[in-house]
């Protein structure tokens, strides 16, 4: 079992930044990725950035460029770094980890909301 713990979230006025951080305990050994989701109101729930353990990464268009994901092995942590943040980066911002390497399973954060003021 892997346990996703998301903190980082809040308030932010449009151009400015925030950092969100997801904290994975447990079987940890079995992550092959792990990902940043989000889902605005009304809205699906779409891949905004993931990471391998390779290092291979992904960014949805909408945030390329301005949000980079990054990882600290040692602390079993990803973050997300979001700068130049729009209105429409608005939603709740979901950690997302792929156990690739046991079972093939998904474990999610319990989802973080991020608000953009214009």
């Known amino acids: 079992q892997v346990q996703l713990v998301e903190s980082g979230g809040g308030l932010v006025q449009a151009g400015g930044s925030l950092r969100l951080s997801c904290a994975a305990s447990?079987?940890?050994?079995?992550?092959?990725?792990m990902g940043w989701y989000r889902q605005a109101p009304g809205k699906e729930r779409e891949l905004v950035a993931a990471i391998t353990s390779g290092g291979s990464t992904y960014y949805a268009d909408s945030v390329k460029g301005r949000f980079t994901i990054s990882r600290d092995n040692a602390k079993n942590t990803v973050y997300l770094q979001m700068n130049s943040l729009k209105p429409e980066d608005t939603a709740v911002y979901y950690c997302n980890a792929d156990s690739g390497y046991c079972h093939r399973d998904e474990y999610w954060g319990q989802g973080t909301q991020v608000t953009v003021d214009s």
């Open positions: 447990g079987d940890t050994i079995c992550i092959s990725a």
